[in-house]
């Protein structure tokens, strides 16, 4: 599977089987998850067989349910961004594996959800996973314009970043952001205000590396 098929066929899903994560799996992820730390400065930790921390006892709209396994999203202050970035690097590659995933900021408990944070440090969410009773369902968003300076004779690769960045999931599908190009340079900001937008930004932003097979070339400094 390509990474435009990988990011067609991840859903954001909300409940889960009691089948555990297979060994491999959890050492792929592993793996993954060390990558993206050395990386980045983060302390994203893989937490499994854990079921307390979505045991909120508030029934609504986005509960998890049967889950027990999860990615703490932990770092530094002020890294929203990478958060999106790097949290949402380790998502594909749980989509890679076969694993569920949705991102959570809300709906699970602060009190219960294990994963230490060091002095400086702060969890900025978390992101269930395991094997989903169903793969989930694509949502209705937005278009390319809606999202860009997109017109009609733009590079191939920019329409693919576009298309790879709508796929990306956001807070309540705000999908709360934009792209401008300047030759082969890409400008990404948030758009408007919304819940989440800067991890939200980081995500996007991941995505359209993706789709556009630049990587962190793409982007023009500011």
């Not at 989509?95 to 408990?109: D, F, K, M, P, R």
């Not at 792209?179 to 082969?184: A, K, L, T």
Request: aromatic letters at 10%; a positive charge.
């Amino acid at each position: 599977m390509d990474n435009m098929e990988l990011m067609k066929a991840r859903h954001s899903v909300r409940r889960f089987t009691d089948r555990p994560l297979e060994e491999a799996a959890v050492a792929a992820l592993q793996a993954e998850i060390d990558e993206s730390n050395r990386e980045s400065g983060l302390h994203i930790q893989l937490i499994t067989n854990e079921p307390e921390a979505f045991r909120t006892g508030k029934p609504g709209y986005g509960q998890i349910r049967g889950c027990k396994n999860y990615l703490a999203i932990v770092g530094p202050k002020d890294m929203d961004l990478a958060a999106g970035y790097y949290g949402e690097r380790v998502v594909l590659k749980a989509q890679e594996l076969g694993i569920h995933s949705c991102w959570v900021a809300l709906t699970y408990s602060k009190r219960k959800a294990q994963g230490a944070e060091r002095p400086g440090e702060k969890r900025y969410l978390v992101v269930a996973l395991g094997y989903g009773e169903t793969s989930g369902v694509a949502h209705k968003g937005k278009g390319l314009t809606d999202i860009s300076d997109y017109r009609p004779g733009d590079p191939d690769w920019y329409k693919s970043g576009l298309e790879a960045a709508l796929l990306a999931p956001t807070a309540v599908n705000q999908q709360k952001f934009r792209f401008e190009r300047d030759g082969e340079k890409v400008t990404a900001k948030v758009s408007g205000v919304g819940f989440y937008t800067k991890i939200d930004l980081g995500i996007v932003m991941y995505h359209f590396e993706l789709g556009a097979g630049r990587g962190k070339a793409v982007w023009k400094e500011s």
